[in-house]
């Protein structure tokens, strides 16, 4: 059984792929490419980092009001 991840990225600009599938809860398998579609995947070196500030943008976009119980 894989652990759950507790990450606090309020200070991060730049999220590890395990940091953003915590933050979006959002599987790896989904969201490299879709993060990749709207530019939120930076390549620094040989890694890969999603940028905190556009998945919350886009985020935003998509689901602009909170869901009403």
Aim: hydrophobic fraction near 40%; avoid cysteine.
């Amino acid at each position: 059984m894989e652990k759950k991840l507790y990450v606090d990225v309020s200070q991060k600009r730049l999220l590890t792929t395990k940091e953003a599938v915590a933050y979006t809860g959002f599987s790896r398998y989904f969201l490299r490419p879709w993060a990749t579609k709207f530019g939120a995947v930076k390549k620094i070196s040989n890694r890969l980092f999603y940028d905190k500030a556009k998945l919350d943008e886009y985020i935003d976009q998509i689901a602009p009001e909170p869901v009403k119980e």
